[in-house]
């Protein structure tokens, strides 16, 4: 990756610290593609114990999960305080009074390249739109992994290469700074969760286009989900009138019907960790191969 394309993870930390308060009302795709996810679960056979929701967010996911799943534990997971201690408020207070064993929703601030989670603890990870803001999805795959008990199953959703084409397009020959994130390729995406011992893994992609009356309107979108330019090469300060004229400028010749769209291509996948192979007696199973 080139380095002026690198994530700051700290400004991306800050970022969604400042947006938890405006997410819920701008996240629209959001909202969206996790539903997508959640209707995907229906031709799944499992029965978690623990489910690890990996970049909750503000939880959008919890009451989903929690109705889908309601013998199991949910464990919210963000990079940002903030975001966590909205995910925390998804479960009504008088749940306690129905909950034995224990709450059924813990919220937890990590990141997921390094998952508080003990090895083979849970049953299914799930991961709405979190992956993107990784330099590197290949260490958070491997913490998936990892937290997976044989069986178990990851399920996620990031953006593709696509995504927000014509905002990239319209920085162009504005400025020598970068102004939007690189997406990875979703075969790509594949082949890492292969390196990492996933089984079986499913890859599929959407575009969605979103639709607005002005570049204004997509930025301030962008800024209220916590969607902010991450990169190591963007501008050091605050986009000068220039720069902004001469972007809505170039995004004005992608106007149809009156509107300027905004392009997201949605990527989802999913992979099991395999189960482990025993022997009758209940040992491990080693192959050996001849040459």
Not at 13 to 39: P, W
Not at 147 to 172: M, N, Y
Not at 179 to 206: K, N, T, Y
Request: hydrophobic share 45%; charged share 25%.
């Amino acid at each position: 990756m080139n380095d002026s394309l690198a994530v700051d993870r700290t400004l991306v930390r800050r970022s969604f610290e400042r947006a938890a308060a405006t997410y819920d009302a701008a996240a629209v795709l959001q909202n969206e593609v996790c539903r997508r996810m959640l209707a995907r679960l229906d031709y799944i056979k499992l029965a978690p114990a623990t489910v690890l929701d990996a970049g909750s967010g503000t939880g959008n996911a919890v009451a989903g999960l929690l109705a889908r799943y309601p013998r199991s534990h949910v464990v919210a997971l963000d990079i940002a305080l903030n975001m966590v201690r909205r995910a925390r408020e998804r479960r009504p207070w008088w749940r306690s009074l129905f909950d034995r064993g224990g709450p059924r929703l813990a919220a937890v601030c990590c990141d997921i390249e390094q998952l508080p989670l003990a090895s083979g603890r849970a049953d299914l990870v799930w991961s709405n739109l979190a992956i993107q803001w990784i330099n590197e999805p290949q260490q958070a795959f491997a913490e998936m992994h990892r937290v997976l008990a044989p069986g178990g199953l990851v399920l996620f959703s990031s953006f593709g290469p696509d995504t927000l084409k014509e905002l990239r397009t319209a920085f162009q020959g504005v400025d020598r700074r970068t102004h939007v994130h690189s997406f990875i390729d979703m075969h790509d995406v594949g082949d890492r969760l292969v390196a990492c011992g996933f089984a079986d893994p499913v890859m599929d992609m959407e575009v969605v286009t979103l639709t607005y009356d002005d570049v204004r309107g997509l930025m301030r979108d962008l800024k209220a989900i916590g969607a902010r330019n991450a990169t190591l090469g963007r501008p050091a300060g605050l986009a000068g009138r220039s720069l902004l004229a001469g972007v809505t400028r170039n995004y004005e010749a992608f106007r149809r019907d009156g509107k300027l769209p905004a392009t997201f291509e949605v990527v989802y996948g999913h992979a099991w960790k395999p189960a482990s192979r025993t022997s009758p007696t209940g040992h491990p199973v080693i192959e050996i191969k001849s040459r």
